[in-house]
């Protein structure tokens, strides 16, 4: 079933890809797209690396995966799926993460070329570094809804992942909003969830019930749970009962201590069997009906504020549960399956004290009515046929690279619609690296503005090195001469630390720490910048550049932002230094537009494509070179007046490709477990 190579590629190149050994990480919705490509392209020596495991919600779109699949491993079944497409394809399937110590740089050195299919920042922060540290040409992708983008990334020549900042990212695996939720957001996606399971419309996309098959969590209570023995009920998949959470209810009325009770203690206490969640993080509490921890708030100060400004206690959130469950299934019964508005009260009401319930279970802080009506918004569903599309373009611009032609390399960005030129793909050329990036640059240092009497080590570990900074296993020394370690990778080695606050070791502004990541083969300069007073709930602020010589300590205002920076200015989640990127003249401008206007997140990749030319027989595409870009200088685009064109300038291609750049600099890919959210 294989497509014979020969004859349709060059000789070098099909001998080339007869011989080269890939890396692919992820094999979720474009990594069963991308697997089925390279086995079909010639791809013989292949390597594929996802810690998941192939859920019901998984098969609609992950088409490598069948409903007999349901609890296994996504590599293992992808590889088998795979080679029916090419028997004489050698595939080799992990089931683990990529950030584990075996795979190292050595591990990474032994690939001629890596593909990234991948579903979260933190590991493609981490597949990125082990790429620049082994040397390994990376070709990074993402997709969110209707949009995508691929990208090159060569050490020293283009810029890396982590070159330019990424607005806040507002995508999250579906076990994390069902197991182990650490933010306000999380938990309020959750109570959306389950609003659709009770009252809207069903999606197994969408279940609130834990995720036995969390891949954490194997050997433990959902590993036993996925591998029980098969109901003979048609609802058994794999093993796994699935039981709809509305006809429970249903079953029960809606009674709201019912269901107080199954969604609030008796699936924590199942979560809590799942013990190999909870090694590093806090437990959660089961919270019990009948007695409901006590307001710790000023009732007085509270009587005073209007209902979406209060912060309801659990006793309230009781109260508007009962009423609000009550209001919403007397609507259901009348009108059938209800569509959330956060401008219908009841249905706000309702997402407002489920979000805060489960928020304090698992150690939240929670939110008053009118945060969690700012912050609740609308989910983008994976689109399969964009996960198609962008693992198509990651073999392309593969074969680039493999091919020795690194400079016709491109990032291309995939719009919703055809932009004026009638291009749904829109190329535009690799950018050089960032000198001031943190990660690539030759000697990286970055400035962090916290208060050292209030920051401790552990804080210092956990939110900014592992959190910002995205290290796996850091180990901090106090540049003070003596060598005072701080921090170690080693187990139990600096624990006794961990409470400490930093101004115990003496750390203040201009003190310098050196952190080195052995797992990344990588090491950080960080300059500290003692700061009496944050912008409000921040505690810290990191930027991607080195102070000034002899920075003020005295001073109490710190930079505005919250997300790494660049450049000399702090960059916030929703601006970016102006990107140098070009296509053919607009078009990157047209492709940030697109994204900007949908209000999505794609997480970005960073450069690569080629140039894409419309065919008049097919509205899709021919791949080409360089020539359209060498033929169009100068570009005419389209003004407002139907009857007028102008040329576009340098300034016009430099500020909408940065646009895109922006745009697609959050995250959201190829697996369909993610959820985008946007904001409403």
Known sequence: MAASIHGVLPEDTAQMVNACRVLVVGAGGIGCELLKNLVLTGFHDIVVIDLDTI???????????????????????????????????????????????????????????????????????????????????????????????????????TECYECQPKPTQKTFPGCTIRNTP??????????????????????????????????????????????STASTNDNAAGGVERTS???????????????????????????????????????????????LPQSESNQTDAASLIKDQRLWDMQECVSHFKDSLESLKQQYRQRGELAWDKDDDAAMDFVTCTANFRSYIFGIPTKTRFDVKSMAGNIIPAIATTNAVIAGLIVMEGLKVLSGHLDKCKTVYLNRAPNVRKRLL???????????????????????????????????????????????????????????????????????????????????????LKADDFLQSYELV???????????????????????????????????????????????????????????????????????????NGDQAGPSAAIVEEDDDDDLIIMDDEDEEEQAQPMVAQTASPGKKRKLSDSDDAVMAKKAKVAMGASGDGNEEELVILDS
């Open 426 to 512: 829109v190329p535009c050329r690799l950018e050089t690296p960032n000198p001031e990036c943190y990660v690539c640059s030759p000697k990286p240092e970055v400035t962090v503005h916290l208060n050292t009497s209030h920051v401790t080590v552990k804080v210092l570990e956990d939110k900014i090195l592992k959190g910002e900074l995205n290290m796996i296993a850091p180990d901090v020394e106090i540049d003070d001469g003596k060598g005072t370690i701080l921090i170690s990778s080693e187990e139990g080695e600096t624990e006794e630390n961990n409470n400490k606050l930093l101004s115990d070791f003496s750390i203040k502004s201009g003190s310098r």
């Open 245 to 291: 959470t509305r006809t429970w209810a249903e079953s029960t009325d809606y009674n709201p201590q019912k269901l107080f009770k199954k969604l609030f203690h008796d699936d924590v206490k199942y979560l809590l069997s799942m013990d190999k969640l909870w090694k590093k993080r806090r437990p959660p509490t089961p919270l019990d009906w009948d007695n």
């Open 182 to 227: 650490s933010e306000p957001i999380h938990c309020i996606v959750w109570a959306k969830h389950l609003f659709n399971q009770l009252f809207g419309e069903e999606d197994p996309d969408q279940d609130v019930s834990p995720d036995t098959a969390d891949p954490e969590a194997a050997g433990d209570a959902g590993q036993s749970a996925a591998t």
């Open 526 to 600: 960080i300059n500290i910048i003692h700061i009496d007073k944050l912008p409000e709930e921040q505690e810290y602020i990191v930027e991607g550049k080195a102070p000034a010589p002899e920075p003020a300590p005295t001073t109490n205002n710190a930079p505005t932002n919250n997300t790494i920076t660049t450049q000399d200015s702090a960059v916030s989640s929703s601006t970016s230094e102006p990107s140098r990127v070009q296509g053919p003249a607009g078009d990157c401008n047209e492709a940030q537009a697109a994204v900007t206007t949908n209000g999505s």
């Open 55 to 157: 859920d019901v919600s998984n098969l609609n779109r992950q088409f490598l995966f069948h409903k007999k699949h349901v609890g296994k491993s996504k590599s293992q079944v992808a590889k088998e799926s795979a080679q029916m497409f090419n028997p004489k394809a050698k595939i080799e399937a992990r089931h683990d993460s990529v950030t584990n110590p075996e795979y190292n740089r050595e591990f990474f050195r032994q690939f001629n070329i890596v593909m990234n299919a991948l579903d979260n920042r933190a590991a493609r922060n981490h597949v990125n570094r082990m790429c620049l540290a082994a040397d390994v040409p990376l070709v990074e992708s993402g997709t969110a809804g209707y949009l995508g983008q691929v990208t090159v990334i060569k050490k020293g020549l």
